[in-house]
């Protein structure tokens, strides 16, 4: 069973940086698509980034578009979000999601994903 771990959350001043991480102990993620996914108190669950799992072809939501940028290294079996010029808004429960899929194209919709992390708080405040 594909387990998926995600650190790399906390608190950061808004316009901050943080990095988060997904990875899959023991697990080889070469043939999945990655997604990133974020759910703030009160609201749904929304897509903010995915990236094929040849790591050619990414998406971003129109909210973190030339401020985060998702990144993988397979030789790590991990996925990561680079998040720049943070802002409150931003603060949620961020999660790593994966499905089989192996093309160079990524899925933004989190019903086709069948594996899910934990979550990490991401807490963006002066």
């Known amino acids: 069973q594909l387990r998926l771990v995600e650190s790399g959350g906390g608190l950061v001043q808004p316009g901050g940086s943080l990095r988060l991480s997904c990875a899959a102990p023991?697990?080889?993620?070469?043939?999945?698509?990655i997604g990133w996914f974020r759910q703030a108190p009160g609201k749904e669950r929304e897509g903010v980034s995915c990236?094929?799992?040849?790591?050619?072809?990414?998406n971003y939501a129109d909210s973190v578009k030339g401020r985060f940028t998702i990144s993988r290294d397979n030789a790590k079996n991990t996925v990561y979000l680079h998040m720049n010029s943070l802002k409150p808004e931003d603060t949620s429960v961020y999660y790593c999601?994966?499905?089989?899929?192996?093309?160079?194209?990524?899925?933004?919709?989190?019903?086709?994903?069948?594996?899910w992390g934990q979550g990490t708080q991401v807490t963006v405040s002066s």
């Open positions: 999601a994966a499905v089989r899929y192996v093309s160079n194209w990524c899925p933004s919709d989190q019903r086709v994903y069948d594996y």
């Open positions: 023991g697990f080889t993620l070469d043939y999945y698509a």
């Open positions: 990236i094929s799992s040849s790591g050619g072809s990414t």
